[in-house]
């Protein structure tokens, strides 16, 4: 099992930045990589980004790309998702998952944790 909790959304006005948190607790060392989702009202879930646990590879929405920027802190079990330049159409319930085969997917349903979620917002 492991345990996922998110923090560090809120709203923001167009063009600010945030940076999201997700703290991994318990089995961590299941951990193959990260990858940071989110979720509008009336959306399906989609990628952002994604980082391996352990290595420099990482991924992202062409969306996102040039905007964010996702990093991770194995000794402290965190991994961040810097949002700059944000825009209204990223308003969006984030959330971070874990997974724990080995290959990366954008695709959430093949990440095997999740955490609960941040809301983050920025008027339009």
């Known amino acids: 099992q492991v345990q996922l909790v998110e923090s560090g959304g809120g709203l923001v006005q167009a063009g600010g930045s945030l940076r999201l948190s997700c703290a991994a607790s318990l089995r961590t060392s299941s951990i193959y990589s990260m990858g940071w989702f989110r979720q509008a009202p009336e959306k399906e879930r989609e990628f952002v980004a994604l980082?391996?646990?352990?290595?420099?590879?990482?991924n992202y929405a062409d969306s996102v790309k040039g905007r964010f920027t996702v990093s991770r802190d194995n000794a402290k079990n965190m991994v961040y998702l810097q949002m700059n330049s944000l825009k209204p159409e990223d308003t969006a319930v984030y959330y971070c998952?874990?997974?724990?085969?080995?290959?990366?997917?954008?695709?959430?349903?093949?990440?095997?944790?999740w955490g609960q979620g941040t809301q983050v917002t920025v008027p339009s």
């Open positions: 980082i391996r646990w352990s290595g420099d590879n990482t």
């Open positions: 998952a874990a997974r724990t085969r080995v290959g990366l997917a954008v695709v959430a349903g093949l990440y095997d944790y």
